[in-house]
């Protein structure tokens, strides 16, 4: 039984965690360099920047366990701030992208492989890779956002339905360097006009560098509105209104840079945990079928693998 999962985000690699505790060995296709998707850190030479997820809550037993596992293993820990009110906020170390480690030990995943194609041969399906290769598998598992699994599933004319009903919002996001502390301010700005959050880096536990560095995420409202704008055009109004929102005069940045994400957060999820085809030994997993939360995507991948061993046994 050989079985390829497409996309190594938490999604897909919590799949890929799940099905091996069931003996199945599955080879895991990434188009990035890195694991973890949109658990995600840019480097600068003032330090990283966490530019995607900011930090995760647990709700479930099964969540909580495998972060208590990963704190075991140096690759999440508390972050203690005041925002946080009741809920304990865990983030990745040394960067977000630190969630998904303790699941790669032993796992075949092959980074800078993006499946571009997939098609139906025999019982089995076979996928294109951008390199032009072409592999072959029992059981496919797509754990991509819902647009790029869209794209995949066209290619082959697979549909499910309610996928085209998932809305996702995008999220311009800003990453700043000042060169001295901003006086007065927080380090974590929520919800202020067209800012949606903003967190001072160095709040953060076990981050490298003493660098005043700012992770700057503008609204849903506010990034859909300025969606297809030049980057470099972004920059002056975001951070402006990081100005407002944290209400200082903010200097001229010493670094700036800027990352469109247009899938960054799900406002209408699927409503059901995963995506199963028992005839076309195909699923589907994401945050996009649950919730905007990293926790959504590693149950929806947990949910899908366990479908795929029920199915497997039959
Ligand atoms: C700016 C921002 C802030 C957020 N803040 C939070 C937060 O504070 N807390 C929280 O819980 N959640 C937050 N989220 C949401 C959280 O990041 C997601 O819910 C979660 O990381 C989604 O995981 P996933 O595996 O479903 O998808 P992804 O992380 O998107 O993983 C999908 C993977 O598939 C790969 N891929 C796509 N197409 C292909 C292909 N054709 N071939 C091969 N690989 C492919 C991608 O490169 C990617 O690595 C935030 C998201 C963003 C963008």
């Given amino acids: 039984m050989t079985l390829a999962i497409i996309g190594a985000g938490m999604a897909g690699l919590s799949c890929a965690f799940q099905l091996r505790k069931s003996g199945l060995n599955p080879v895991v296709f990434e188009k990035s360099r890195g694991t973890g998707g949109r658990l995600a850190t840019r480097r600068s030479a003032h330090g990283g920047f966490d530019h995607g997820a900011q930090f995760v809550t647990a709700r479930d037993a099964g969540f909580a366990a495998y972060l208590d596992h990963a704190a075991g293993l140096g690759r999440a820990a508390h972050w203690a701030n005041p925002a946080s009110g009741d809920e304990t906020w865990w983030t990745g170390t040394p960067g977000m992208s630190g969630l998904v480690k303790p699941m790669l030990d032993g796992l075949d995943v092959r980074t800078g492989q993006r499946v571009v ?166 699923g589907l997993a994401g945050d996009w079928c649950l919730a905007a939360r990293v926790e959504a995507a590693f149950l929806s991948g947990r949910a899908l693998a366990d479908a795929v061993v029920t199915a497997t046994k039959r």
Wanted: proline share 7%.
């Fill in 117 to 282: 194609q997939m098609r139906r041969e025999g019982t089995g399906w076979v996928l294109s890779l951008e390199t032009g290769e072409a592999q072959s598998f029992d059981i496919v598992l797509l754990a991509v956002p819902v647009v790029q699994a869209l794209d995949l599933l066209a290619s082959h004319g697979a549909a499910f339905p309610g996928l085209e009903d998932v809305d996702i919002a995008p999220c311009w996001t800003g990453m700043f360097v000042f060169d001295e502390a901003l006086p007065n301010t927080q380090s974590v700005i929520q919800r202020a006009g067209d800012i949606a959050w903003a967190a001072r880096e160095t709040s953060r536990p076990q981050r490298e560098g003493d660098a005043e560095r700012w992770v700057v995420q503008a609204s849903a409202g506010w990034s859909r509105q300025h969606l297809e704008e030049a980057p470099e055009a972004i920059l002056p109004p975001l951070l402006e209104q990081f100005g407002s929102a944290a209400g200082v005069s903010v200097p001229k940045p010493v670094h700036a840079d800027v990352h469109r994400w247009r899938y960054a957060k799900v406002e209408r999820p699927l409503g059901q945990a995963c995506l199963w085809d028992d005839a076309l030994q195909l």
